[in-house]
């Protein structure tokens, strides 16, 4: 088991910026690449950013490049999302979740076997 706590979220104003993390702990994080996922009011659960075991690879959906980072810390058992120039469409709650096997995790959300409980981002005009 992996249990997985995100925290970091929060209102912010569009055009702002928040940092949100996740802290692993159970069985080794670095067996697993870690993604961000998000899921607006009445919205599918979506693929937001990916980072592998050793951190050195990561993709993002097309709609946060350039805005979005994922970093990791395996001596922390630690991985975070720095979120910036927010807009009102990022508004969602943000699940952070660990995937086994290989990069990338194919199928999307399917291949994440662990996940966090979440934590809301809400982005204000």
């Known amino acids: 088991q992996v249990q997985l706590v995100e925290s970091g979220g929060g209102l912010v104003q569009h055009g702002g910026s928040l940092r949100l993390s996740c802290a692993a702990s159970?069985?080794?994080?670095?067996?697993?690449?870690m993604g961000w996922f998000r899921q607006a009011p009445g919205k599918e659960r979506d693929f937001v950013a990916a980072?592998?075991?050793?951190?050195?690879?990561?993709v993002y959906v097309d709609s946060v490049k350039g805005r979005f980072t994922v970093s990791r810390d395996n001596a922390k058992n630690m991985v975070t999302l720095q979120m910036s120039s927010l807009k009102i469409e990022d508004t969602a709650v943000y699940y952070c979740?660990?995937?086994?096997?290989?990069?990338?995790?194919?199928?999307?959300?399917?291949?994440?076997?662990?996940w966090g409980q979440g934590t809301q981002v809400t982005v204000s005009s």
């Open positions: 980072i592998n075991r050793g951190g050195g690879s990561t």
């Open positions: 159970g069985r080794t994080f670095s067996n697993y690449h």
């Open positions: 979740a660990a995937a086994p096997g290989i990069w990338p995790p194919p199928g999307g959300a399917v291949a994440y076997v662990y």
